[in-house]
Structure formats: C-alpha cells, structure tokens
C-alpha cells in the first residue's frame, strides 16, 4: 500500500511570502515546529546547511527539499510544505527560481526513505506538480496529494 503524503505532511502554507531563500527556508521550519517535528534550533540548522554546502536542497526546478542532518532538534519525522507567493534565488545553477520548498525533520537516516520515495514519485508528475503548487488551501493540498499518492 502506498504512503499517503497527505498524512505525512505536518503543516501547509499556500502563496507564502519569502524575500529570500533564507526566509523561505524560515518558513518550513516555522512549519515542522508548528507541526510538532522540530525545534527553532532544526530551522537555524536547515539554514547553515545551504550556508556550508550551497543550495544542494533545490532537488529540481522550482523544488527545495530543506533539511538538516538527524539530530536532537528533531523530536519525530515530518513534512512542512511551502508554496510561495513569489520565487525565490537560492543560488543553483540549473533549478532557480524556488516556488516550493518541502521542509523534512528526519530522526535518523533511514525512517523517511518511504516519505521520500512517495514525495518523489508524486513531484516527478509533472501535471500534479503544477497543480500542488498552484493550490491556494491546505484543503486543496491534502486532497490532491492524496490522490498523487494513490497513483
């Protein structure tokens, strides 16, 4: 049975407002403290992340994938998910500008492999990737990855 990322998905922001891939980044952590999976201390990691290693999270055109290492900031796994009103430049070469970013607090290495796998099979579909990032509720988004999910 497949994953409903419905389901993983701890918090949704639609047409969010960031000035810059910082702030984006900000967001979703806002998101997986909101939701229960983190702490402020998981966001600031999330940023130094990019900070040390460049914008490797963007994943894809328009998609970043923000994360950190496991550590003692995540208190369980989870999903935020970020749609923004206006992209932003996270400094890749090939994927700018940034209209989604996907925060992810993982507890260790291994236990979000099934979440990616399904978040991956849902955004390689192109016509369901411009529908999520066109939702303007969370309503919409649920509904719509859970239906992705089931594909």
Request: glycine content about 8%.
């Amino acid at each position: 049975m497949a994953l409903d990322l419905a389901e993983a998905v701890c918090s949704i922001a639609t047409k969010a407002t960031a000035a810059n891939w910082r702030d984006a980044i900000r967001l979703a952590g806002e998101g997986l403290v909101a939701g229960g999976a983190a702490t402020d201390e998981y966001t600031a990691q999330m940023i130094d992340a990019v900070e040390v290693h460049g914008p490797y999270i963007v994943i894809a055109p328009g998609i970043a994938l923000a994360h950190a290492r496991p550590s003692e900031a995540v208190l369980q796994g989870g999903l935020s998910w970020v749609s923004l009103e206006q992209p932003v430049e996270f400094g890749h070469s090939k994927n700018d500008p940034v209209s989604l970013v996907i925060g992810l607090a993982a507890v260790d290495h291994t236990t979000h492999i099934d979440v990616l796998r399904a978040l991956a099979g849902v955004l390689s579909q192109k016509d369901i990737l411009n529908q999520l990032v066109a939702v303007t509720t969370a309503d919409e988004l649920r509904s719509l990855l859970s239906k992705a999910s089931s594909i």
